[in-house]
């Protein structure tokens, strides 16, 4: 270093104080949608004022799957430009070993947090990352075409077809040609995952792998769930649902174009936005339940993290930004401006967060009743558990093969994959 900068350096350092001896520039991942960039942004800044430290958001593709499949490579490669990561909730035991153990850090506010989510983000006794939101998904519904067609809230898929049926072709018939009744996520990806799994599991056909490692998904039920969804694709749903991830079925539903969506919290905020021609004109329930034995509406469990990556040059920092985005203040935010559930036990009690937006303190017994994805029993493996099984699913939505044929095709490849354990 030249003296001249270092001078300066020293200057500079003086009239900050301690701020400035440890500022860093600091990079963060996010795939964040809608208006979660902003949201972000906004909150980083309040940490650069806070500690002195610059942080640069380094954007991502919203799809999860896509996030996975990059942040992996960066990570085998030991990348330093990153140092704070967003996380799924069903990465952690895949990405365990490519994170700090943040518990020493966080021994002050896990309690905080509910434990069972905490638990999801410790592996072998490491805190691998810190919750930043929780996720449990609705069926979101247009109050006033059920109002107008005289129709409740359905309670069971089959209802919820017929309802949608006759909706979409009653509003088709009156001119709006672009009405479809459901839009879910289709698209070959994680998100159809989270949509199969709960039309499995609220079928009573289980959850794909057990929590004991076994490999269940080849059962009547989960073949009966599958083909109800196939039916909906071209009749109540478009064609091009197969290709719909969140913010494609998002786009459809705020234009006004669709009777139900499934889609999490996040679009119950952006629903009631200025711009959104369904403003004030729905409102959330639980998902539907199946039928037959063990019937039940199901939610997939998701949810957001941040995790410190162990190549980072300024992981002091970085570990003060991953508290600072899990902490309550910026939690409580999250909730009132992007309507993103929060980890914090406390702030289901929050009257702010239950006036700006009510789905919040609602949607508690949704997301602790929650079904897991199998990515604890099927550790390192799940990504490819996951692919496997919403390979199988795009097929038989897309007509290639039947449920029963693509599940008992699953459940071979899924044994092979385990092999004498996962
Ligand atoms: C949401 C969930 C996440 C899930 C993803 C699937 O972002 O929070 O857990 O994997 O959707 O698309």
Known sequence: MKIKTLIAGLLVGATLGVVA?????????????????????????????????????????????DQFGQYKLWLAAGNSDI????????????????FLDLSDAAKDVVKDHFPSII????????????????????????????????????????????????IQDAERAAGAADMQGFVFQGNSYEGLTCDALEWVKSFGGGQIVE??????????????????????????????????????????????????????????????GDDSAVKGKFDVAPLPAGEGEGARSAATLGGWNVAVSK??????????????????AVQKERAIKQSNLPTIVALYDDADIATAMPIIPRWK??????????????????????????????????????????????????????????
């Open 119 to 166: 638990e999801s983000q410790t592996v072998n006794g490491k805190l691998v990352a810190l919750p930043a939101f929780t996720d449990a998904p609705a069926l979101y519904y247009r109050k006033d075409l059920l109002e107008k067609y005289g129709k409740s809230v359905p309670k069971t898929w089959a209802e919820l077809a017929a309802t949608a049926k006759e």
């Open 83 to 98: 140092d704070v990561y967003q996380t799924d909730v069903i990465w952690a035991p895949q990405l365990a070993d490519q």
């Open 365 to 422: 017994d949704v997301f602790l009743n929650a079904v897991p994805r199998p990515s604890a029993p099927t550790k390192v493996k799940y990504n490819e558990v996951s692919n496997l099984f919403w390979s199988a699913v795009h097929d038989t939505l897309s007509g290639t093969g039947t449920a029963a044929e693509n599940l008992e095709l699953l459940e071979a490849k899924l044994t092979e994959l385990k092999g004498e354990a996962w």
């Open 21 to 65: 001896a440890q500022a860093a520039d600091l990079a963060i991942v996010s795939g964040d949608t809608g208006t979660g960039l902003e949201f972000l942004r906004s909150q980083l800044d309040t940490f650069e004022k806070e500690t002195g430290n610059k942080v640069t958001i380094v954007p991502m593709p919203s799809s999860t799957t």
């Open 311 to 328: 190549y980072s040059k300024n992981p002091d920092e970085a570990v003060k930004l991953a508290l600072f985005l899990s902490s309550t």
């Open 211 to 272: 929590p004991d490692g076994s490999i269940s998904i080849n059962n009547p039920q989960a073949i009966a769930a599958l083909e109800a969804a196939k039916s909906w694709v071209g009749s109540i749903a478009p064609e091009g649902v197969l290709a719909y991830q969140e913010e494609e079925s998002r786009g459809v539903w705020q234009l006004g174009n669709a009777v139900f969506m499934r889609n999490w919290p996040y679009a119950f905020q952006l629903g009631n």
